[in-house]
């Protein structure tokens, strides 16, 4: 594996048969039995069109995994949280847990009658990581308020984030506003929800689109530029067709979205829209989007097939749910016959990228930070069936159709 080595405001390239200088932005071609397009972003190389299917990582970018989801939550109890909120906040009520990937999470029931969400923030997360979620809901609140979003609430003191230290260990403390409304995943969507759900997060797209911050080129293995990372992850799924099915993700990836990415649109995305990050009400409207943890900066339309992917389970027409999900998003935001070529591929390796995950955390910790419901996973598995089944060509034609291409 190639190391990028941090020189000042530019970054190097150690290869064997060339050194490459460049700042954040800049593209290079070189030439090394074919076309190679590099792709600078922030602490991360991407090669594509090249070898071992087109892409490359950084050291840093592949190990992401391991350090996020193998990093323990904060230890800080409730007493400690309750003062510490007292403290900074002025806030005292009821405390009840929030399941969390990476946040010690806690509704906060107000005595005033107010509802806060505060997040416990550990050492899977920079200081600059969680500004870059903050600065986003601020930006979005300033572009537009009417997206159902959480709000940043400021410490007494103005502070967006409180540092706090528990058993010597350091942590970060914030407070959003409440959302009500279920998460999605205990419910079963209809067309016109999920029509909605492709217009909405469009328009949380478009919101997003002149956000800026260093920490948005982070390396994220839940990125799916990078998704040719987990390859040596297919180890640890112990069913033998499940494997091989997830191997064909990769080569079909190596195939088709790899010699395209550097054509494809890039911005800051949510990058997480699945079925626990969206909340619907009890008029069956979708009424919010949370857990703003894995925002990156990536290509636009892995926004679209992150959408799609998680709402193809328990669905036997894979293809007509991701066409409602297209329809509603180019509505606002109008998708690109290049972005269209790469979605279903797209689709599948978001859907093997969780499963890959829950089999390598279910081998190697199960009692991690996450709390992936293990038993979904054979729904992901026969969604992953279903997309492989479906026809290229006719796949194409009938999202560039539902896009209006």
Same mark, same amino acid.
């Given at each position: 594996?190639?190391?990028? $080595? ?12 060339s ?6 932005s ?45 990093a ?49 923030s ?62 999605v ?39 799916? $530029? ?61 009424c ?12 636009? $339309? ?52 969780r499963?890959?995950? $829950? ?20 729904f ?26």
């Amino acid at each position: 594996m190639n190391d990028i $080595v941090h020189i000042g405001n530019q970054y190097r390239k150690r290869a064997k048969r060339s050194i490459i200088y460049g700042p954040a932005s800049s593209r290079r071609r070189l030439r090394r039995g074919r076309a190679i397009a590099w792709k600078w972003s922030g602490f991360a190389l991407t090669a594509c069109g090249g070898p071992e299917h087109g892409q490359i990582m950084t050291r840093a970018a592949a190990s992401s995994l391991d350090k996020i989801l193998s990093a323990p939550l904060p230890d800080f109890d409730v007493a400690d949280l309750a003062s510490a909120l007292r403290q900074h906040y002025g806030i005292e009520g009821l405390l009840s847990r929030i399941s969390g990937e990476r946040d010690l999470n806690f509704r906060v029931d107000a005595s005033d009658g107010r509802t806060f969400v505060s997040k416990i923030s550990g050492l899977s997360d920079t200081h600059d990581e969680i500004a870059f979620q903050n600065g986003a809901l601020i930006h979005l609140a300033a572009r537009n308020p009417s997206l159902p979003v959480p709000g940043v609430i400021p410490a007494r003191d103005g502070r967006m984030i409180v540092p706090l230290e528990r058993n010597g260990r350091h942590c970060l403390l914030r407070v959003l506003s409440y959302l009500p409304g279920e998460p999605v995943i205990g419910h079963r969507t209809s067309s016109a929800q999920r029509e909605t759900l492709g217009k909405l997060s469009a328009r949380l797209d478009a919101g997003l689109a002149d956000y800026a911050h260093p920490a948005a080129e982070r390396p994220l293995i839940w990125d799916l $530029v990078h998704f040719a990372a987990l390859r040596g992850k297919l180890g640890f799924v112990e069913d033998d067709s499940q494997r091989a099915l997830a191997g064909r993700v990769f080569d079909r990836f190596g195939r088709v979205v790899a010699p395209r990415l550097p054509a494809l649109r890039r911005q800051i995305i949510h990058n997480d829209l699945n079925q626990n990050n969206i909340l619907i009400g009890r008029d069956g409207s979708v009424c919010g989007f949370i857990d703003f943890g894995d925002m990156v900066r990536t290509v636009l $339309v892995a926004e679209v097939a992150i959408v799609a992917a998680h709402q193809l389970y328990r669905e036997d027409d894979v293809l007509s749910v991701m066409k409602e999900i297209v329809a509603g998003y180019a509505k606002v935001l109008p998708l690109r016959d290049e972005e269209i070529a790469v979605l279903p591929a797209l689709v599948q390796s978001r859907l093997a990228t969780r499963e890959l995950i $829950v089999a390598w955390r279910s081998r190697t910790n199960p009692a991690a930070t996450t709390s992936y419901r293990n038993d979904i996973s054979k729904f992901g598995w026969a969604a992953l069936a279903r997309c492989e089944a479906l026809d290229e060509l006719e796949a194409h034609d009938r999202l560039a159709e539902a896009a209006r291409l």
